[in-house]
């Protein structure tokens, strides 16, 4: 714990720096764009979609209008706020992923820049094409959303579980969120197999900083800063990670 929040002292005392700036209104500016769309699309396909006529799920749906008819005049208004209930929820759970997602197509700029004024001399890093950079970065995405989607159903128990509810999301969405930051960083370094078995070794840090990302990202305001700060924190417990496995070697 005391490694991860020096990590984040030392990222906070940088957030001065042009290029976290340049960054950060990216990142900003993406999310901004993608839950917009988001919006729109579901809207679209709210309207658009013969809901009550899927199979296996459709008569659940005709079930919800059947009720909403009912209540006459409220229809018009509980459907809003239930769509909007939803939407938010949705941008709730998926707001890590995708913030992250944009941001790490340019978080080179802000590890470069944490590695030159803490770290310098260590030479150029491993050089990774772009379509590796996007690839990773929609496997990531795909991995959270997926997790997330699977794990829906514990969601809806633990909502009547407080606060194991926010433990679980907090402790799910933080081992995947830390895994991350911590990929972008290690493989600039190390070859993939040789970043799995620091990770292995030292792997509750990297579970604590990410379970930390992601709290602060449901932070309004604050979230918008997050990624930036949390790649920078990462180069910080990276090499904190490296250098204590230098001093003790790994037990065969």
Request: hydrophobic share 60%; net charge neutral; glycine share 8%.
């Amino acid at each position: 714990m005391t490694s991860v929040i020096r990590a984040i002292s030392l990222a906070l005392g940088q957030i001065g720096d042009p290029a976290f700036r340049n960054v950060m209104a990216v990142g900003v500016f993406g999310a901004l764009v993608v839950f917009i769309a988001l919006w729109f699309l579901a809207s679209w396909a709210v309207g658009f979609v013969p809901w009550t006529d899927l199979p296996l799920i459709g008569w659940i749906f005709d079930w919800m209008a059947t009720v909403l008819e009912w209540l006459g005049e409220w229809f018009v208004f509980l459907g809003d706020v239930a769509f909007g209930a939803v939407m938010l929820t949705v941008m709730f759970l998926l707001f890590p992923a995708v913030t992250t997602t944009i941001v790490s197509l340019f978080l080179d700029q802000i590890i470069g820049a944490v590695e030159d004024k803490h770290y310098p001399g260590r030479g150029e890093p491993r050089a990774q094409p772009i379509a590796e950079l996007i690839g990773q970065s929609l496997k990531f995405l795909a991995i959270v959303i997926g997790v997330n989607i699977l794990a829906l159903p514990i969601y809806a128990i633990l909502l009547f579980l407080p606060p194991l509810n926010l433990v679980f999301y907090y402790v799910l969405n933080g081992y995947l969120v830390g895994r991350e930051f911590y990929e972008m960083v290690a493989i600039r370094r190390m070859t993939p197999e040789e970043a799995i078995v620091l990770r292995k070794r030292f792997g509750g840090r990297v579970v604590i900083a990410g379970a930390i990302i992601v709290f602060c990202m449901t932070v309004p305001l604050l979230n918008l800063l997050i990624p930036v700060l949390a790649a920078a924190a990462m180069v910080h417990i990276f090499e904190s990670m490296r250098q204590k496995a230098a001093a003790v070697p790994a037990q065969r």
